[in-house]
């Protein structure tokens, strides 16, 4: 089992930047990989970012592509999302996920294909 604890959300203005963690425990993630996933009320919950077990394979959805960046820390068993020129509507509650892989390049974008969840940090964007 692996438990998942993000943290990191807040109250910003549109422009600014917020850094998420994730926060991994009960198993090394060194061969999980890794994505971020967000949710607005009345929404379903949304891909926003994957990274693969060694850290060298990304993805992202189009809307976030060249301000979020996806990063982990083996060593600290932590992946972040590094979030900038954030905008009103990137507002929503940000869970991370992990699942097991064999590929350390591979990543998924699915949220079927993800086996564990943490309970999410909320991030409000205003304009």
């Known amino acids: 089992q692996v438990q998942l604890v993000e943290s990191g959300g807040g109250l910003v203005q549109a422009g600014a930047s917020l850094r998420l963690s994730c926060a991994a425990s009960?198993?090394?993630?060194?061969?999980?990989?890794m994505g971020w996933f967000r949710q607005a009320p009345g929404k379903e919950r949304e891909f926003v970012a994957a990274i693969s077990s060694n850290g060298r394979s990304t993805d992202y959805r189009d809307s976030v592509k060249g301000r979020f960046t996806c990063s982990r820390d083996n060593t600290k068993n932590t992946a972040y999302l590094q979030m900038n020129s954030l905008k009103p509507e990137d507002t929503a509650v940000y869970y991370c996920?992990?699942?097991?892989?064999?590929?350390?390049?591979?990543?998924?974008?699915?949220?079927?294909?993800?086996?564990?969840w943490g309970q999410g940090t909320q991030v409000t964007v205003s304009s």
């Open positions: 009960g198993r090394t993630i060194s061969t999980y990989a």
């Open positions: 996920a992990a699942r097991g892989t064999l590929g350390s390049t591979s990543y998924y974008t699915p949220r079927s294909d993800y086996n564990y």
